[in-house]
């Protein structure tokens, strides 16, 4: 951390803790899955709205000059983009960098694409959401199960870091996740690495009437980047029924990025403290 | 129907909720609302150009309703006929600043026809302003008040774009006054430019 991101208000609250030290990026909105409880309805139909590599490298740099510590990269899929990894590898340069995946673009030779993402500045975060193929499968989609569960050991024996995502309707301490915390320790993830989440109901998920309620302040206050502005948290730019909801932009001006970080500072001011904590919304 | 989304309460981001806990604060708000960072300085420049300064009220609401007027903006000629009579404008010195009427049937006082005519070159002509207009208009109007009308211009074309463009709607409250007060409430005064 530079003498300059220390004196930042920025800085400061996420020292402080106020602010949480993670800016994500919607790299695109388009998907080749079309999962049930997505939240911005992505789908093999969507528009790309996709950001630019070199917007993804400004906000990356300047997101380190301004005190932030760690970056997310989501989508839509972001594999597939083509120049993804070589993107990644660069913003890993000025910050960590998570980047979740449905891992389904990996099979074959195309392992090779992910395998770029060995570097110890990056994780890999992929979804799974049940030990029962065809629970999981309903959800996400047709062999989704079989593709993670032979891309997780190959990415793992390459070099990268993998964290595995759980996103359900259920308890998230619920002792019928075991057999799949069993199958994500056998498959080489560390039990630290496997994240379990509710559905959080917007986009599509609001739509089937599917998980739990939050409000602004139960969503985690992450700055969120996509082409459409800046958002309070990564599940703000949420879709619905076609149209993207508004309730949680900051700002359309997404750089310079001291823009939307301090129009989230400045919301955050007169906030009462979330139950994102309680609810387990990550 | 307006050409783009009008937000609302529920649907307005965060950062542009105080401006929707008064209630409904009109399409003008509600469309710009879409890029909530515009909000502040857009009212701040707004409210500083339309509202209350050294000009009077009324040499305010020439400048407002003859401008929209020569703009053809439905929207705020709907509103701002309402506003000038509301400030005591004649109804014949508003149908005369709407164009539905000559000017000389309305305005005797040589500094307002002079303002007029000013206002009608700034607003309604491009290129530099004749030396004659300029030359009445500083004859009865001092810098300051000419800059802080050239203000009250401005902010108002930006809104008569604003509004024709994205074909705002004119409450139904003001459409009701006016039907009542007897003004048309159809597409006034496009060719106020010519009266």
């Known amino acids: 951390m530079t003498d300059v991101a220390i004196e930042s208000p920025i800085a400061q609250a996420i020292a402080e803790g106020t602010l949480p030290g993670r800016v994500w990026l919607y790299t695109n909105y388009h998907c080749n899955l079309a999962c049930s409880y997505c939240l911005t309805e992505s789908s093999p139909r969507s528009e790309r709205r996709q950001l630019e590599p070199s917007t993804m490298l400004a906000v990356a740099e300047q997101a380190k000059e301004l005190g932030f510590t760690a970056l997310g990269v989501t989508g839509g899929e972001p594999f ?24 389904t673009l990996f099979g074959g030779n195309r392992i090779e694409h992910g395998a770029l993402l060995a570097h110890p500045n990056i994780s890999v975060q992929i979804s799974l959401d049940s030990d029962q193929p065809d629970v ?4 996400r989609g047709p062999d989704n199960f079989a593709k993670v569960i032979e891309a997780v050991p190959r990415l793992i024996d390459r070099g990268v870091r993998v ?8 308890s998230l301490d619920a002792p019928e996740l075991d057999p799949l915390r069993d199958l994500v320790a056998g498959l080489g993830v560390a039990p630290d690495d496997h994240l379990v989440r509710p559905i959080v109901r917007r986009g599509r998920a609001d739509e089937m009437a599917l998980g739990v309620r939050a409000q602004a302040r139960d969503i985690p206050s992450e700055l969120t980047i996509t082409a459409d502005g800046a958002f309070w948290g990564s599940f703000g730019p949420t879709v619905r029924a ?32 979330g139950n994102d904590a309680n609810l387990g919304i990550r | ?39 502040g300085p857009t009212l701040g420049f707004i409210g500083a150009a339309l509202g209350p300064g050294a000009t009077t009220t009324r040499h305010k609401e020439f400048a407002i309703l003859r401008t929209s ?47 007029i005519r000013w206002i009608d070159a700034m607003a309604g002509a491009t290129g530099p302003l004749p030396d004659d207009v300029w030359t009445a208009a500083r004859g009865f109007w001092a810098d300051h008040l000419l ?29 009701e006054r006016l039907e009542h007060e007897g003004f048309d409430t159809g597409m006034a005064a496009d060719t106020a430019g010519a009266s």
């Open chain 1, 80 to 103: 597939l983009l083509p120049w993804l990894p070589e993107t990644v590898l660069e913003m890993a340069s000025h910050l960590p960098v998570v980047v979740l995946t449905n891992a």
């Open chain 1, 163 to 170: 964290r595995i995502a759980t996103t359900t309707g259920g």
């Open chain 2, 147 to 175: 800059v802080e009308l050239s203000a009250t211009i401005g902010a108002t074309m930006f809104l008569n774009r604003f509004a024709t463009g994205f074909e705002l709607p004119t409450s139904a409250g003001v459409l």
């Open chain 1, 242 to 273: 076609g149209r993207l909801d508004l309730d949680l932009l900051l700002t359309r001006t997404v750089l310079p990025l001291s823009v939307p970080a301090n129009a989230l500072l400045g919301l955050l001011g007169g906030m009462p403290e």
């Open chain 2, 69 to 115: 007027a020569l703009l053809g903006c439905r929207y705020c000629i709907h509103a701002h006929t309402t506003v000038a009579l509301d400030v005591g404008l004649a109804d014949v010195e508003v149908r005369a600043l709407r164009g539905e009427m000559a000017l000389e049937e309305a305005f005797t006082e040589p500094s307002e026809v002079a303002l």
């Open chain 2, 1 to 39: 129907m307006p050409r783009i989304q009008l937000l609302d309460a529920s649907t307005a981001p965060m950062t542009a909720e105080s401006y929707f806990a008064g209630g409904d604060p009109g399409p003008i708000v509600a469309a710009l609302a879409n890029v909530p960072e515009l909000l």
């Open chain 1, 136 to 139: 999981n499968d309903m959800a």
